[in-house]
């Protein structure tokens, strides 16, 4: 039999398929995950700015009832910008019970940093990177198991597509973290 006959022959041994259908659970599941909790990140903020509509060119934003809400403050730690309603005006709303539940003023809260460069953002694709890493360690063990048997050439496959993940979400995480090109550089008092 030849190597190329070898590679690609089918059906596999029974373990090495079971291996192989491991490695493809555990990368769809890796990816899953992150798409997940993008979505849930992005319905989060959808949830926190309802009703609420941001104007980029002036950096605020204007509640239902027209109230502007200005930036209040950068947090560079949290790569957050704070943007509040004048508390006067909040208070005498109608619609406070639903809106807001302090005295202060309604807050929105809008990240700097894109999904990737968020806590919640780092956590997921050091997850990812840590499924597609036992994607990586599982074909090598059937390689080392069942190499040079029908299936062969799966294992492989199912090795290059974990490496390709590990590698291709792992860059992500070595890049220097980047801030919003439309935020502000400096901390203006509300008003101004």
């Not at 499924?131 to 090598?140: D, I, N």
């Not at 040079?148 to 860059?171: C, E, H, K």
Request: aromatic share 8%; glycine share 10%.
């Amino acid at each position: 039999m030849d190597i190329v006959t070898l590679l690609l022959s089918l059906p596999c041994d029974l373990e090495a398929g079971f291996i192989v259908g491991y490695v493809a659970v555990v990368l769809a599941g890796a990816r899953l995950c992150e798409a997940l909790a993008k979505m849930h990140f992005a319905r989060a903020r959808r949830y926190a700015e309802r009703g609420f509509e941001y104007d980029a060119e002036e950096d605020h934003y204007r509640c239902p009832r027209g109230e502007r809400l200005s930036l209040h403050l950068i947090e560079p730690d949290n790569r957050l910008a704070v943007y509040r309603a004048p508390a006067s005006r909040c208070n005498g709303c109608p619609s406070k019970a639903a809106c807001t539940p302090h005295d202060e003023g309604r807050h929105i809260y809008r990240p700097l940093a894109a999904w990737a460069e968020t806590d919640v953002g780092r956590f997921h694709r050091r997850l990812s990177v840590l499924m597609f890493g036992v994607g990586v360690a599982l074909s090598l063990v059937g390689l080392a198991r069942w190499g040079g048997r029908p299936g062969t050439g799966l294992l492989l496959l199912a090795l290059s597509a974990s490496l390709a993940s590990v590698l291709f979400n792992g860059r992500g995480m070595l890049t220097p973290a980047r801030t919003d090109p439309d935020a502000p550089d400096d901390v203006r008092p509300d008003g101004e």
